[in-house]
């Protein structure tokens, strides 16, 4: 087991402790000064195991603030229905007092759902707000729900993925850390895949590295797993509104040209769930790629992803034209190309080792991976294509 995880969790007990001290008393701590803050949209298929994994977290933010970006399904009503029940259960260990506005800019919120809480009686509540805004990217939707939170400390998850019963703690850990840098931390944690198909663990293996592949100097968090000062989002911009792909790594290069400094905390952990098609993994990968080109983010990468590629076809062409054998060079290319995939399947992966194939199926994955990868990669190429060609509009406009 990797050091880091150890530190983490042998320290879990001492620091939940510790917690319950600081916050509040009760079961379940309140953090008063972190606001927990999310965007939702055509999430009806996955947001109860999202929320009930919020639900289960061995101490709570003083406030969620949720941005509805206008589902067209039930999304919003299962959100506010799922925090009234919370809400009216006899295991609620803390007050909820729920905000629910459907039209932010006509009916800011403030109406409350909960009867008026009386401060002498309850020490700990929580504070839910959940908001509607349509047509809110998530960029948009981020920055509004942190512009209306109140906490010092902002954490930040997406739907679409479960988070682990002691993530806020331990995102949130840097409130009880003094350290002798000058830069505000930034606290990012560790994302693992959460898959069942034969095609999620195959996605997994090509793009989810594990905690000993992990370097906390190269260290990007995302903002599916990420705290940071509310301060600090204002000296960086906020979440760049004309980006809602890449935006977090924006924001990231933002904070650290604002004096922060990206810390890496491998105890606070994310599952984040693979796509479930070919046709959903080729619209996020385009999209991420855009989102790079019109971020200015990663060109020299991109670059060689597309030499690469232009690399592959020339050898096929010159196969064609020239001499069918020339295709055999695939046989040690292809096995260069998948070298972290392979790895990945029979070595080390900590972390992710439950997305392996079974054995039966990693036959199917070695000549399978090599093609996804290269999918992937095609996916990528016309996205930063697409986004340079945008960039360049929006130059002239």
């Not at 603030?65 to 009216?88: C, H, L, N, P, Q």
């Not at 988070?163 to 350290?179: A, G, N, R, V």
């Not at 959460?194 to 996605?203: E, G, H, P, W, Y």
């Not at 290269?374 to 930063?384: L, N, P, Q, R, S």
């Amino acid at each position: 087991m990797d050091s880091r995880t150890k530190g983490a969790g042998a320290n879990r007990k001492k620091d939940k402790t510790k917690a319950m001290i600081e916050y509040g008393a009760g079961d379940i701590p309140v953090l008063d000064q972190v606001s927990f803050i999310t965007t939702v949209y055509n999430e009806e298929g996955s947001i109860i195991e999202f929320l009930q994994s919020l639900k289960c977290q061995t101490c709570l933010p003083g406030e969620m603030i949720i941005v509805d970006g206008g589902s067209t399904d039930r999304t919003f009503e299962m959100v506010k229905d799922f925090f009234e029940g919370w809400a009216a259960s006899e295991d609620c260990k803390v007050k909820i007092s729920l905000e629910v506005s459907e039209d932010i800019e006509n009916n800011p919120p403030g109406r409350s759902n909960s009867p008026a809480i009386n401060k002498e009686e309850v020490q700990d509540v929580l504070t839910v707000r959940l908001l509607k805004e349509p047509g809110a990217g998530i960029s948009r939707g981020r920055n509004t729900a942190i512009s209306k939170s109140k906490g010092k400390y902002i954490c930040v998850s997406d739907a679409g993925c479960r988070i682990d019963p002691d993530w806020l703690e331990e995102i949130s850990s840097m409130l009880e850390k003094k350290s002798s840098s000058k830069k505000n931390p930034v606290m990012g944690g560790m994302n693992y895949a959460d898959c069942t198909s034969f095609l999620q663990k195959c996605q997994a293996l090509c793009i989810m590295p594990g905690l000993d592949e992990t370097s906390e100097e190269s260290f990007m968090p995302s903002s599916r797993n990420v705290c940071f000062k509310k301060e600090d989002w204002e000296k960086a911009g906020g979440y760049p509104e004309n980006l809602d792909y890449g935006e977090d790594m924006r924001l990231n290069f933002n904070l650290k040209k604002a004096g922060c400094r990206l810390q890496f905390n491998p105890g606070a952990i994310v599952h984040w769930k693979m796509r479930e098609n070919l046709n959903q993994i080729f619209r996020q990968f385009f999209r991420y790629a855009k989102g790079d080109a019109l971020g200015r983010m990663y060109p020299v990468r991109h670059l060689i992803r597309f030499l690469t590629g232009l690399g592959f076809l020339a050898l096929i062409l010159i196969a064609v034209f020239f001499s069918p054998y020339i295709l055999l060079s695939f046989i040690l290319l292809f096995p260069a190309y998948s070298y972290r995939p392979y790895r990945r399947m029979v070595y080390k992966w900590q972390g992710n080792e439950k997305c392996r194939p079974a054995p039966a199926a990693r036959i199917g994955a070695l000549f399978f991976i090599p093609f996804l990868l290269i999918y992937i990669d095609t996916a990528k190429v016309f996205g930063y294509l697409y986004g340079l060609i945008k960039k360049q509009q929006l130059t002239f406009l």
